[in-house]
């Protein structure tokens, strides 16, 4: 297909552009969220081609980002695994310390000033970014059949529970939007509008693909699983922001799926609320213009995005329309998709803006290479990003 060998064409140029290749000559740059989509990538490229090539550089990827975002920075006075484990425990737990984000500029340290343009240039953890790890992880334990990437799955995440979940001033929990290296202490204090909602959604996904591995995975998440649904309660989840938009979706796509598998939250009308609050999203977001623009003023990877959640909607009508009885308490569902289906076409053309060279000559897609090529890449083969 069209789109596929276009897929694969970008993930080559990633591979070496970015050190991934096995004899490259570049050293390796990891960035923790673009290989996150990156691992998806090549085990859709899997799936279509059955190359045994795909796979494993899927799972040269995941070693290679282990290796180093699960380092400290060589521009850090420390060494060896942020875990404080040794090498040869960090290499059979390599998530148990978290992973950095790979950011350019080292982090903030204790004391120095906050500055709130700086730090998005600056190093540290994301919750949203491990649980898009945690994601890429489930994903490549399925596909090789070995449940240790699963494992570390789940120590990632109890890691990252533990760090950023905390009671602000003395009321409900919430967590932080960004800690330390070594999860010692908050770089921002604020919650990200959606990370409760990722975690949930990726704690209970986690939860039922360890029950169904070959050798299935015990596992009480319970604590967690509740503490992230408790943070969910009441939120209004609309947002204008079409990388948000794009991940609403595709969190709706994945709460759909998990409550066919019969292991949704506990959260009733959950999946409406936030069909709803995408839809006014979509309203407002198209209604700026800011897809007329010129390339040069405009962000690639947050539109391609939009672009990947954008084909959630499908997923998402045939599983409601051919199993209305897993959704019988949530009837708003069917009108709810037919009108976000009006937005579909929007995932074509943002592709085809962004597959046209001169798109991406600006600077504003340069900038943003990486990231960009990978989730282009992302929009044009999303299944193993988009399914459990």
Not at 4 to 14: C, K, P, S, V, Y
Not at 54 to 72: E, F, I, K, N, P
Not at 172 to 180: A, D, F, I, T, V
Not at 268 to 295: H, K
Request: glycine letters at 8%; hydrophobic letters at 40%.
């Amino acid at each position: 297909m069209k789109e596929e060998h276009a897929a694969r064409q970008i993930m080559e140029e990633f591979a070496r552009r970015t050190g991934l290749l096995a004899a490259g000559e570049v050293p390796p740059r990891r960035y923790l969220w673009t290989d996150a989509f990156a691992v998806c990538n090549y085990l859709t490229l899997f799936q279509q081609s059955g190359l045994a090539e795909d796979r494993d550089t899927a799972v040269r990827l995941v070693d290679q980002v282990h290796g180093v975002l699960g380092h400290h920075r060589h521009d850090d006075p420390r060494s060896g695994w942020i875990s404080g484990l040794d090498e040869q425990d960090g290499r059979l737990h390599p998530t148990a310390g978290g992973l950095r984000i790979g950011k350019k500029l080292p982090e903030r340290q204790a004391g120095e000033p906050h500055d709130e343009r700086l730090e998005w240039e600056r190093d540290g953890q994301y919750y949203h970014y491990l649980t898009k790890w945690m994601h890429a992880l489930c994903r490549i334990s399925r596909a090789t059949g070995n449940p240790t990437y699963t494992v570390w799955a789940v120590e990632l995440g109890r890691r990252a529970h533990k760090a950023f979940c905390h009671n602000a001033d003395s009321g409900p929990k919430r967590l932080y939007w960004k800690m330390s290296i070594d999860l010692s202490r908050p770089q921002v204090d604020s919650m990200g509008h959606h990370d409760p909602l990722d975690g949930l959604l990726t704690w209970i996904s986690i939860q039922e693909q360890a029950a169904r591995l070959p050798s299935a995975i015990p596992l009480d998440l319970a604590a967690e699983i509740s503490a992230l649904a408790d943070m969910c309660r009441g939120i209004n989840w609309t947002t204008a922001d079409p990388l948000g938009l794009g991940g609403l979706l595709a969190d709706a796509w994945r709460l759909a799926q998990l409550q066919g598998l019969k292991a949704g939250t506990s959260l009733p009308g959950l999946l409406t609320d936030m069909l709803d609050a995408a839809l006014v999203g979509l309203s407002l977001y198209t209604r700026d213009n800011s897809m007329q623009q010129p390339a040069a003023y405009r962000l690639a990877f947050r539109e391609l995005g939009l672009a990947i959640g954008l084909q959630a909607i499908a997923r998402l009508e045939a599983l409601v329309t051919s199993h209305p009885d897993l959704f019988r308490h949530e009837s708003d569902l069917v009108p709810l998709l037919k009108v976000l289906k009006e937005y579909v076409p929007l995932h074509k053309e943002i592709e085809q803006f962004w597959l046209r060279t001169e798109n991406r000559a600006v600077p504003s897609w340069k900038e943003h290479g990486d990231i960009n090529m990978v989730m282009l890449a992302t929009s044009l083969a999303p299944d193993c990003y988009l399914d459990l």
